[in-house]
């Protein structure tokens, strides 16, 4: 394993930046994967870079759209995971998919790692542990026979005070099986 192709970031510098500082900093470290990517694959477009995902994902490649999302909630809350893993994660998404057979590779597959490994330099995980609770509005979870239901907290506590809710799809009372803090999100 060679080491991270890309400078760990200082962590003074990466607590102390706020709002568009904050987002410039994300805008940058995708420019230099781009740039790292291109060493390889100099017809590489561009992406386009969006802040926009909700939720519990950290990040997202979107070809349809041209261009990488990411999570803003997370991405404050876990910086320094964003820009040493999320976005070279995405970035290698990004890379394989135009490579020639890269729309037919699996998501995670073998290119996708080897680009994790070779160029980036990391470990190609598919799952990263970040505290989810502000980003997701209904972290909750409840089960039936069927699925799992987020519940925001009010909803949460009416259930503790005995409020009973069934599933529309099979109709069994839901249960409460804890919160989730982590999620596995990329
Ligand atoms: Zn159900
Ligand atoms: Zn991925």
Redesign the pocket.
């Known amino acids: 394993m060679t080491a991270p192709a890309l400078p760990d970031p200082d962590p003074a510098w990466l607590a102390a930046l706020e709002g568009e500082a904050l987002h410039h900093a994300l805008h940058e470290r995708v420019e230099a994967a781009w740039r790292l990517c291109c060493e390889v694959h100099p017809a590489l477009p561009r992406p386009a870079v969006w802040l926009d995902l909700r939720g519990r994902s950290a990040g997202q490649a979107h070809f349809g759209r041209g261009g990488l999302r990411f999570n803003p909630v997370l991405f404050d809350e876990n910086r320094r995971a964003f820009l040493v893993e999320v976005v070279p994660h995405e970035m290698a998404h990004w890379l394989v998919h135009h490579l020639e057979d890269g729309p037919r590779a699996r998501p995670h597959g073998r290119e996708w790692q080897t680009v994790m490994r070779r160029l980036f330099g990391l470990v190609p995980r598919t799952t990263h542990r970040f505290d989810t609770r502000r980003a997701s509005p209904a972290p909750y979870r409840y089960r039936?026979?069927?699925?799992e239901h987020g519940f925001t907290a009010r909803r949460h506590a009416l259930a503790r005070r005995g409020s009973r809710y069934r599933?529309r799809?099979?109709a069994?009372t839901l249960v409460y099986c804890g919160r989730s803090a982590f999620e596995k999100v990329v």
């Not at 039936?144 to 699925?147: E, V």
């Open positions: 039936c026979a069927c699925r599933c799809h099979c069994q």
